[in-house]
């Protein structure tokens, strides 16, 4: 017998082409791996008849040093866990947090946001509990705070939050964590963390020896570039990242996945630099859409709030040949990459702009 609650679950809409030439609706880069990492990838590939490490020691231990060394953390493998992506580990720790069945552990997390959260929650049994975004289309981490109740066991904060690129700063993020109970488990979502630049953005990693309650979750699918080989990380105090280790699925993260991703920390230098490039591109396509209805933003994309006008320009900007992401009814993302891509962007942004961003 099939669970009845599955039917009511959204699915989860992936970022298509459509069809079109240029897709902007996933947040991808679109710089392939380094020559270096498919190197490494490749080599792996060869053993592919073994089954991978499943502790994935060697990459563990290599997000450790890479990340305790600029922040002088006292980080070891123990502290990361590793993941098919860090959807996988978010799945994880709502599975390691929450007990499911009738227990009616609680999830909060900010809406609208990453699409998956409702849908990682309510898989693993949680009961999902969304928290609007301010007007100014942020995190309200007040009332994230005081959604908790004494059902709840996580509390998802998403900075820079998908889809509208906005930010919180490093004082609401620390009124925040001193209001949330010792018991509640923080997870901080970073996945556009490589293209802030802003100041007092709050580094998340610095903030953990503070908050043992708080885990830190990144990617290598956007500023790396390996969305289609699935591993992000998930940082943390050991207890926790233990109990999310024992809810993984064995071996999910796979032998070429964990060899790109630690050539890549290898790389990080050259990886990192190519995300001054989207940075400038994004300040570029921000330009170019009126004042009114700019929306800063510190992520490799812009937030369009075009509220019930959402699918008609998807449908116009679809005939510059570009693919963006439609929330029906809320806005439009547009995945901000490199200057050739841009250049279509701010063409069909200049020519859509007297229909679709009036004076208000
Ligand atoms: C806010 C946020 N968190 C997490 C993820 C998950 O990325 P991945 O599973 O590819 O690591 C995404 C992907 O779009 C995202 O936007």
Redesign the pocket.
Known sequence: MIRADLSTLPPYVPGSLNGLPLKLS??ESSLGPLPGVTRAAAEALASANRYPDMVAYELRSAIADWLAGPSSLLLDAENIAV????????QQAVQATCRGGDAGDEVIYPWR??E?YPILARVAGAEAVEVPLTPDHRNDLPGLAAAITEKTRLVIV?N????SGTTVTREELITFLNAVPSDVQVLL?E??VEYVREDGFPDGLGLLADYPNLAV??????AYGL?GL???YLVGRAEFIEAVNKVCIPFSVNAVAQAAAVASIGAKDELLARTDETVAQRARVLEHIPEDWRIGSEANFVWLDLGDRARAFEEAIAGYGIAVRCFDGEGVRVTVTDAAETDVVVEALDALAPEFFPRR
């Open positions: 996933s947040n993941g098919a992506g860090s959807s996988a580990l978010i946001s990453f998956a998403c820079p939050n998908n889809p979502d996945a556009y979750a990144r990617t290598f699918s956007k969305a699935r591993v992000g």
